[in-house]
């Protein structure tokens, strides 16, 4: 203890060229750093690729939405959505360069809006690769190729993300075996495309192209879509719609290999259970398994920092690792990698470097798939609250019987809340909807204030929205009826 007081001593008297770097632009890095300086610490942030956001705004969040937001409006338009409303569109067709330079131009406001920030805030930006090379060091290798660049600071935070995890035996080339990256990018409508993984990504993907024309097929190693954290009863739900829409499943099976033939390329798959092969085939092979932690040549070892077991960052409360002067947040460390995730932890961290105390509770963050329906959740489900032994009421209320969704002719779906059967306290809220993305935001701000599902249920809603299903849900945990069904 006395060692590590003299240590702490001999900083504070120490003068720092920076207070802080952050290492990486995407949502929590870039946010941290606003943060930071807002809080009046000198702050730089180093990033590796030439424009700021990181995955997330350059080839995730914010170009997937872009393609699933203007795909739907294709299929509204092609399908004859719109001619049941009264909206007669003869000669519909796709122009997807244009759909592409609409994702990109909205890539490239968001992106040149955070280098405004940063300079409104008085953020340091430097371009090129940061290594940690001591405690209080780091040492960045400058894109233009000019040299290296040392920056002196106190503290250092690493909010590097993360990348694909690669699928073992598969080689990605972007073009017809694709990340997420490259299926954001293909130049032209595949007839047909397997996606290998039915959660967040690889469904939102497929929608995209399967709402453009595509043939889409997910194999799934487990028993439900989604992924992890997802209920299952709005699991089963979900795939249902999406069957009814035209993706088709393989689930309970696994991908053993993949060719390249003269008519595009064959998928070798067998069953978990059984071990029954078979081969499928298609133009398009999008390799979708989940994402790991970005930490090469980060230079942990030159300060101490080991990984755990999942190549994550082991971190305290204060998101600050083995070497004191060193933080992580976001998809390097523990808990799901989601960009809202990544900037709360961005901004407590800083609050904790200025002497605030760090909080955040992991189980009020929500979590959205942007499909149409769109999934949302936050909370238990009801799977965990039964292992746990948690006694608890259950309150559903359809969209089928919502006077909005109704005049929107968007009825599939419903609003599943969870409350203690005891205290009447809300657990958890799951929802499949046209705008379930949204309303999950009341939800989480419910959960953050401890509310029950009775105070849900007597604030008023104003009528007609969609969020007035919510309430009914609610008034169904609570008093075991609601009052429009």
């Known amino acids: 203890m006395m060692l590590r007081g003299a240590r702490r001593l001999a900083l504070s008297s120490r003068a720092f060229s920076t207070d802080v770097v952050v290492i990486g632009s995407g949502p929590g890095g870039y946010v941290a750093a606003i943060k930071a300086a807002q809080l009046g610490l000198k702050t730089v942030c180093v990033e590796k690729d030439p424009t700021l956001g990181g995955t997330c705004l350059n080839v995730g969040c914010i170009p997937s939405k872009s393609l699933l937001n203007n795909s739907h409006y294709y299929h509204m338009a092609h399908s004859g959505d719109l001619t049941n409303r009264g909206l007669d569109m003869d000669g519909v067709k796709l122009n997807l360069p244009r759909m592409m330079e609409a994702k990109s131009t909205a890539v490239k406001q968001l992106t040149s809006g955070i280098a405004h920030l940063f300079k409104q805030n008085s953020v340091t930006r430097v371009n090129g690769h940061g290594t940690i090379t001591g405690p209080n060091e780091v040492t960045v290798n400058l894109s ?236 238990k489900t009801e799977e965990m609250l039964k292992e746990e032994g948690t006694p608890y009421n259950v309150g559903k209320f359809p969209f089928s019987a919502n006077s909005r969704a109704r005049a929107n002719a968007d009825i599939d779906g419903f609003v599943k809340v969870l409350g203690h059967k005891e205290t009447d306290r809300l657990l958890g809220v799951h929802i499949v909807g046209g705008a379930a993305g949204e309303m999950i935001n009341e939800a989480a701000l419910a959960m953050e204030y401890g509310a029950s599902c009775e105070d849900i249920a007597r604030v008023c809603h104003a009528h007609p929205t969609v969020s007035e299903a919510f309430r009914e849900a609610n008034l169904s945990a609570f008093f075991g009826k609601a009052i429009n069904m």
Not at 286 to 294: A, D, E, K
Not at 311 to 337: H, K, L, W
């Open 144 to 379: 233009d190729g000019s040299g290296q660049q040392r920056i002196d600071t106190k503290n250092i935070l690493i909010a590097t993300g993360s990348e694909v995890t690669p699928f073992p035996g598969i080689e990605i080339d972007e073009k017809t075996v694709v990340s997420s990256t490259g299926a954001l990018s293909l130049t032209e409508v595949p007839k047909r495309m397997i996606v290998i993984g039915a959660g967040v990504i690889g469904l939102e993907l497929g929608s995209v192209w399967q709402r453009l024309g595509t043939e889409v097929t997910a194999v799934e190693f487990l028993g439900h879509v989604g992924g992890q954290g997802i209920d299952m009863d709005v699991s089963k739900n979900f795939q249902r719609i999406l069957k009814k829409q035209g993706v088709k499943f393989n689930m309970g099976t696994k991908v053993t290999g993949a060719t390249k033939t003269a008519s595009g390329i064959a998928v070798d798959i067998e069953t978990v259970k059984g071990g029954k092969a078979s081969t499928l085939e298609c133009d398009v092979l999008l390799v979708s398994v989940g994402r790991r932690p970005f930490t090469d040549n980060l230079g942990l070892e030159n300060v101490g920092v080991s990984l755990d077991e999942r190549g994550r960052i082991p971190t305290n409360e204060r998101f600050q690792t083995s070497c004191e002067s060193v933080y992580a947040i976001g998809d390097v460390i523990a808990g799901p990698m989601l960009a809202h995730k990544a900037e709360d932890e961005g901004i407590i961290c800083m609050e904790g470097l200025t002497g605030g105390k760090p909080h955040i509770d992991y189980n009020c963050v929500p979590s959205v798939i942007y499909t149409h329906p769109e999934v949302a959740w936050v909370g």
